[in-house]
């Protein structure tokens, strides 16, 4: 064995699994060398999950980056010949409709975000899975990229290290676990084990189920959790033999009971003759905390295996429906030899974690992986590490995302738990609550909105109501303007009294509850400066103390980071931002001040300053109704994005001229202690209170207004986003290079467009209001639309608007298909549906200065 290195450049501590193989491949096909990879395991792995991964690849899934991820993968290992394309079926069993219209839903992600996936009959899935009982199937999804990795992800694992160790940039240590890790300076500075100490610039953490004790060495923890996956086999199966493959047919998922099924192809393979039965548990998940990981020499078989029993693990229900649709498993033998629990990790935010720790500089995250997707985080994680940013957008994923409360044991146990029921069944939608973790933050006026009847939902820990039963005496009035949603998935988390307080705000006016606003102040000598190179706005210069401006952090390659409000105020400036992505500016701040040795304080104010929004026609005779000052509030005295001083009940309040509802009114600021007065003075008008999803949703598309995260994206650059002002500011500031080559383009290869359903009525003459994403096709071809850059178009936002009395949807098109009065089609749980482009670039669809809609 080479000797012990003392200093490197990287270190990857779980360099034996898929995941930490992955990143070293891609640091060094990105030119990184000087890199030391340790493993308490074997390397491959032989204790750690991909030593007993299933290996099985869908493609499927409801959001863009899961996608992405799985179909690099897949090709990456059909490039080293490790991959057995073979397909995968998704069935419905017959009488469960609800199954089958997620596979619909499924079937029309795919198309939005680029998989194959297609529905099947009954008959197709038989002549595709001959194991199958017909007469139990209703259909199926077919995805014909599905696959196997083959042999074993374990020995692409050693291939790609192997690979790597050969070319003289990496050293491997197996049998090596970290027992500390050295920061000093808030940097990471090495990895201590027990064959010595490694100096390093850069510290990667992929040791999966053991990630989170990592974590804990520097005072952190991972929002993951290993959890019990039944894995059994029934053989033997000789029905592949003298063939040599490691799978003979489809992969077949039966989410209906939770469950999944494979051949494991000629008995002289890897697995030899047998069919493999994996399960998993909806109602009593077996969760396991890392801390209880036995270690090598402890464990009977490994410690992330442990012993099944199909009794006591509750396994013989779900067998029994599984033996219904595939009665062969009932004429095999049980293996119980073979059988057993293996654990894998499930999330308490619905994804991997990945990217910089929040407290140590250069020590790096990438947790909560499974085989699928392992390739395409690798890549991730390395363009991440070298270019600051990566192609694709990578907010859903980003540690520094998680709020303090987020990273709680309690709060970890209960959201894994909840992640775990979820993982093949029920299907998620997309608007689903979380049971755990709530009522973590609470306005100042929380149980005066819990005694209107509040619907409430919860963002960054604040529960946040989105309408109020108090209020369903408006749909008395606005009944005829507030559809019925018949569909119970559009209905779903969805409450109708909502669209009736869209109206009435609009018609009078009304207060909604913002104390989910994330909240930074930035202070000292260099705070203007640091602002005016992140910011693509002028943020400096006297005249702007006193306004709130809107900008955003573009990256260096010019596309859009973020999106928030600066208040420039005489001593500071406060980022006011939005409350799921607060937490990653936060951080984003302190490394780019850091890094550019700014002298700055930048502080978390999130929970000192609450805010109430006031917007209607009638906002300002509702407000000076209250206010010390009247006549400060005239129009003359108080210009649109000024921020000033006012006083209601006694108490100082920052009123901010803005809207995100396009009506007029103010964002009104204060401390945290003074707004319950100030909310019961401005109740005490009789003004009514609306929920969030009318700010959020419904007036917020109707006015066109775009959502960070949504609609704004690192895919894409602020002119395509057609939020760029009209003249690039003098100073310099981050992307503005890139920026500038963009708006010298005679035009962008995408725009943000608005489009309108024309009709909505879905095959069985029921009305239908979207909700997640939509592929947009071309009419004629029936092709999702895909721009020069090869970024496919699909619905970024969707709302119905109750004043225009359409659904609307935010959508980037191709250049060459933004025209107005442009008919596309979108498409919904399968069925097409017409849409026309009513709007290219930033237009409302409804005018408040001139209260009429534009259809």
Same mark, same amino acid.
């Given at each position: 064995m080479a000797e012990f290195p003392s200093k490197a450049k990287v270190v990857i501590i779980g360099l034996g699994g898929i995941v930490g193989a992955s990143i070293a491949h891609h640091l060094i096909e990105r030119g990184w060398?000087?890199?030391?990879?340790?493993?308490?395991?074997?390397?491959?792995?032989?204790?750690?999950?991909?030593?007993?991964?299933?290996?099985? %690849?869908?493609?499927?899934?409801?959001?863009?980056?899961?996608?992405?991820?799985?179909?690099?993968?897949?090709?990456?290992?059909?490039?080293?010949?490790?991959?057995?394309?073979?397909?995968?079926?998704?069935?419905?069993?017959?009488?469960d409709d609800a199954w089958m219209e997620e596979l619909k839903r499924k079937v029309t992600s795919g198309k939005a975000f680029g998989t194959r996936a297609s529905m099947i009959s009954a008959k197709e899935v038989k002549e595709r899975f001959p194991l199958v009982e017909e007469e139990m199937v209703d259909g199926a999804l077919w995805d014909p990229d599905a696959g196997l990795v083959i042999p074993r992800s374990q020995t692409v694992a050693g291939k790609l290290v192997d690979a790597a160790e050969k070319s003289g940039k990496l050293q491997m240590f197996g049998n090596t676990p970290a027992q500390s890790l050295i920061v000093e300076g808030g940097r990471i500075k090495g990895v201590v084990t027990h064959r010595g100490t490694i100096m390093a610039d850069h510290v990667i953490v992929c040791a999966g189920l053991w990630g989170r004790l990592i974590a804990e060495m520097?005072?952190?923890?991972?929002?993951?959790?290993?959890?019990? &996956?039944?894995?059994?086999?029934?053989?033997?199966?000789?029905?592949?033999?003298?063939?040599?493959?490691?799978?003979?047919?489809?992969?077949?998922?039966?989410?209906?009971?939770?469950?999944?099924?494979?051949?494991?192809?000629?008995?002289?393979?890897?697995?030899?003759?047998?069919?493999?039965?994996?399960?998993?548990?909806?109602?009593?998940?077996?969760?396991?905390?890392?801390?209880?990981?036995?270690?090598?020499?402890?464990?009977?078989?490994?410690?992330?295996?442990?012993?099944?029993?199909?009794?006591?693990?509750?396994?013989?229900?779900?067998?029994?429906?599984?033996i219904e649709l595939t009665p062969i498993l009932g004429e095999l033998g049980y293996n119980e030899g073979h059988s057993f629990n293996g654990l894998l990790q499930v999330s308490a935010a619905g994804g991997a974690s990945c990217g910089e720790s929040q407290k140590v500089r250069g020590l790096w995250y990438c947790v909560g992986i499974w085989v699928k997707d392992a390739p395409g985080y690798g890549k991730l994680l390395a363009d991440w590490m070298t270019d600051g940013r990566t192609a694709i957008d990578h907010n859903s994923i980003d540690y520094a995302r998680f709020y303090p409360h987020q990273l709680k044991e309690d709060f970890i146990l209960g959201r894994c738990t909840e992640a775990a %029921?979820?993982?093949?069944?029920? !299907?998620?939608?997309?608007?689903?609550?979380?049971?755990?973790?709530? +009522?973590?933050?609470?306005?100042?006026?929380?149980?005066?909105?819990?005694?209107?009847?509040?619907?409430?939902?919860?963002?960054?820990?604040?529960?946040?109501?989105?309408?109020?039963?108090?209020?369903?005496?408006?749909?008395?009035?606005?009944?005829?303007?507030?559809?019925?949603?018949?569909?119970?998935?559009?209905?779903? &988390?969805?409450?109708?009294?909502?669209?009736?307080?869209?109206?009435?705000?609009?018609?009078? %006016?009304?207060?909604?509850?913002?104390?989910?606003? &994330?909240?930074?102040?930035?202070?000292?000598?260099?705070?203007?400066?640091?602002?005016e190179w992140l910011c693509a706005a002028k943020i400096g210069g006297d005249g702007n103390i006193g306004k709130g401006i809107y900008t955003h952090f573009l990256d260096d390659e010019g596309m859009v980071r973020a999106d928030f409000t600066v208040f420039r105020m005489a001593d500071r400036c406060r980022l006011v931002n939005g409350a799921d992505a607060g937490p990653r500016d936060f951080h984003y701040m302190k490394r780019v001040a850091e890094d550019r040795g700014l002298d700055v304080t930048i502080t978390d104010v999130s929970e000192t300053y609450i805010t109430?929004?006031?917007?209607?026609? +009638?906002?300002?005779?509702?407000?000076?109704?209250?206010?010390?000052?009247?006549?400060?509030?005239?129009?003359? +005295?108080?210009?649109?994005?000024?921020?000033?001083?006012?006083?209601?009940?006694?108490?100082?309040v920052s009123a901010f001229r803005i809207s995100y509802v396009g009506e007029q009114g103010w964002e009104l600021h204060m401390k945290y202690e003074d707004g319950l007065a100030v909310w019961d003075a401005l109740r005490e008008t009789g003004v009514m209170a609306f929920g969030v999803e009318t700010y959020a949703n419904s007036r917020r598309m109707e006015k066109s207004l775009r959502l960070q995260n949504g609609d704004l994206l690192t895919q894409y650059n602020l002119l395509?986003?057609?939020?760029?002002?009209?003249?690039?500011?003098?100073?310099?500031?981050?992307?503005?290079?890139?920026?500038?080559?963009?708006?010298?383009?005679? &035009?962008?290869?995408?725009?943000?467009?608005?489009?309108?359903?024309?009709?909505?009525?879905?095959?069985?003459?029921?009305?239908?209001?979207?909700?997640?994403?939509?592929?947009?096709?071309?009419?004629?071809?029936?092709?999702?639309?895909?721009?020069?850059?090869?970024?496919?178009?699909?619905?970024?936002?969707?709302?119905?608007?109750?004043?225009?009395?359409?659904?609307? !949807?935010? !959508?980037?098109?191709?250049?060459? *298909? %933004?025209?107005?009065?442009?008919?596309?089609?979108?498409?919904?749980?399968?069925?097409?549906?017409?849409?026309?482009?009513?709007?290219?670039? *930033?237009?409302?669809?409804?005018?408040?200065?001139?209260?009429k809609p534009r259809s």
């Open positions: 060398d000087d890199i030391v990879g340790i493993d308490k395991s074997g390397i491959p792995t032989d204790i750690g999950s991909t030593a007993h991964a299933s290996d099985f %690849c869908f493609m499927t899934s409801h959001d863009f980056l899961s996608v992405w991820t799985s179909l690099y993968s897949l090709e990456f290992y059909d490039k080293m010949g490790h991959y057995a394309r073979v397909g995968g079926i998704e069935v419905a069993r017959t009488g520097v005072g952190e923890d991972l929002p993951i959790m290993p959890v019990d &996956h039944p894995l059994t086999f029934f053989g033997p199966f000789n029905e592949f033999e003298g063939t040599g493959k490691e799978i003979g047919y489809p992969l077949l998922r039966d989410q209906g009971n939770s469950a999944y099924m494979r051949d494991t192809g000629d008995p002289k393979t890897t697995e030899g003759g047998q069919i493999e039965w994996g399960y998993y548990n909806t109602e009593n998940p077996r969760m396991c905390h890392p801390r209880e990981l036995l270690e090598k020499e402890q464990a009977r078989l490994s410690p992330s295996q442990r012993d099944l029993d199909l009794e006591a693990d509750g396994l013989m229900e779900g067998l029994e429906r599984a %029921c979820k993982i093949y069944f029920p !299907a998620v939608h997309p608007r689903e609550p979380y049971a755990t973790g709530r +009522n973590v933050k609470r306005s100042p006026f929380y149980e005066r909105e819990v005694a209107l009847g509040g619907y409430f939902m919860e963002l960054g820990g604040w529960e946040r109501a989105h309408g109020y039963k108090a209020n369903e005496h408006l749909l008395e009035k606005y009944g005829d303007r507030v559809p019925v949603r018949a569909a119970e998935w559009d209905n779903r &988390h969805f409450w109708r009294v909502s669209n009736a307080e869209h109206l009435a705000m609009s018609e009078d %006016c009304g207060i909604v509850n913002l104390s989910h606003f &994330h909240m930074v102040d930035i202070e000292g000598p260099d705070h203007v400066a640091l602002l109430i929004g006031i917007w209607g026609p +009638n906002a300002r005779d509702t407000l000076k109704k209250v206010v010390a000052d009247p006549a400060g509030l005239d129009v003359e +005295n108080f210009a649109f994005a000024a921020i000033k001083p006012i006083e209601i009940a006694g108490k100082t395509e986003a057609d939020l760029a002002r009209p003249k690039v500011k003098e100073a310099d500031f981050r992307g503005k290079a890139k920026h500038l080559e963009y708006k010298a383009r005679d &035009h962008q290869p995408a725009m943000l467009c608005t489009l309108v359903m024309t009709e909505n009525t879905d095959s069985k003459g029921v009305k239908r209001y979207p909700v997640g994403a939509m592929p947009v096709m071309d009419p004629e071809t029936g092709k999702t639309l895909v721009d020069e850059l090869g970024r496919m178009s699909y619905t970024t936002s969707v709302a119905y608007g109750p004043t225009i009395g359409k659904n609307i !949807a935010l !959508a980037y098109l191709p250049w060459d *298909y %933004c025209q107005v009065g442009r008919t596309l089609n979108v498409e919904y749980f399968a069925e097409t549906y017409p849409v026309e482009v009513v709007a290219v670039g *930033y237009k409302p669809l409804y005018d408040p200065e001139n209260l």
